[in-house]
């Protein structure tokens, strides 16, 4: 099992003086420039990444619509034309460069029809899956929050429907335990029975916390420290048999290390 946090919680070398893992968040890297990979910049991030022994997994693109998400970079992946599939396959093909763990991917949006979105999604995904399937690559479809209309794969069932639809070796589902969390309003009885619906596709793990309820603030999706929201922690050891990365997706080094300290104490990952 293995520790991790996202780049934007601090720079390689600290992330790599308390854990053995980063995520590589492509969204906000500042690797693109109207949606084209600008390959120089990325290639001073890898030289900074590869002098510490960090472990990686990313996250791909995605939908987004605040204020700080790059707009160029938007991917809905119920919607999705050239230039999206060449941005998902640009985090997939960075992954397979660097042996990441995983590829995070959300799930796709509806608006009117729901099935048909739905539908829709599958079918990108699994052109996504046969491309990462070549590349050596796990993708892991994230469970989003139910506190904001439009999102798709919020609770366990929807996840598994949408993992088993795809039917490849290369996609599984990356469990999002803050995103869980809202989806089930801070209830920690009914978070212990979504992560153990889940578990059995569970291939990579997002950890934050919140107050498991809507707030302005990202819809209630704070990325607290781990124990700074109403979270039981213990849930995590639902996930048996698991031994990929627990990646930590909060905002500081601070929240890291108090993060790190609570689930070292609770579940002995690290």
């Not at 739905?118 to 989003?144: H, I, P, R, T």
């Not at 598994?160 to 009885?189: M, P, Q, W, Y």
């Not at 990579?204 to 922690?233: F, K, M, S």
């Amino acid at each position: 099992m293995i520790l991790g946090a996202s780049s934007f919680a601090g720079s390689f070398s600290e992330i790599a003086a308390e854990l053995q893992s980063v995520e590589l968040y492509m969204p906000k890297l500042g690797i693109y420039r109207n949606s084209i990979l600008q390959k120089d910049i990325l290639e001073r991030i890898l030289d900074e990444l590869s002098v510490t022994d960090l472990q990686t997994s990313l996250h791909a693109p995605y939908f987004a619509d605040t204020p700080g998400y790059p707009k160029d970079l938007v991917v809905d992946t119920a919607n999705m034309g050239e230039k999206e599939f060449r941005l998902i396959r640009e985090s997939i093909e960075l992954a397979s460069r660097l042996g990441s763990r995983a590829v995070v991917l959300h799930p796709g949006r509806y608006e009117n029809d729901y099935n048909a979105s739905f539908d829709k999604m599958v079918s990108n995904l699994q052109a996504l899956a046969s491309y990462a399937q070549e590349c050596g690559v796990m993708l892991g479809l994230e469970n989003k929050e139910g506190t904001s209309a439009g999102n798709m794969c919020c609770n366990a069932e929807e996840l598994v429907r949408a993992v088993k639809a795809v039917n490849s070796e290369s996609l599984g589902a990356t469990f999002d335990i803050g995103h869980a969390n809202l989806t089930c309003g801070g209830d920690n009885s009914k978070l212990r029975k979504f992560i153990k619906d889940l578990a059995p596709y569970v291939v990579h793990v997002h950890v934050h916390d919140n107050r498991g309820l809507w707030t302005e603030q990202y819809d209630g999706d704070e990325h607290l420290a781990p124990g700074a929201g109403c979270i039981d922690y213990s849930i995590l050891k639902e996930l048996k048999g698991y031994r990929g990365i627990y990646n930590m997706e909060v905002f500081s080094m601070g929240d890291v290390r108090s993060g790190k300290s609570l689930i070292k104490k609770i579940i002995g990952v690290y």
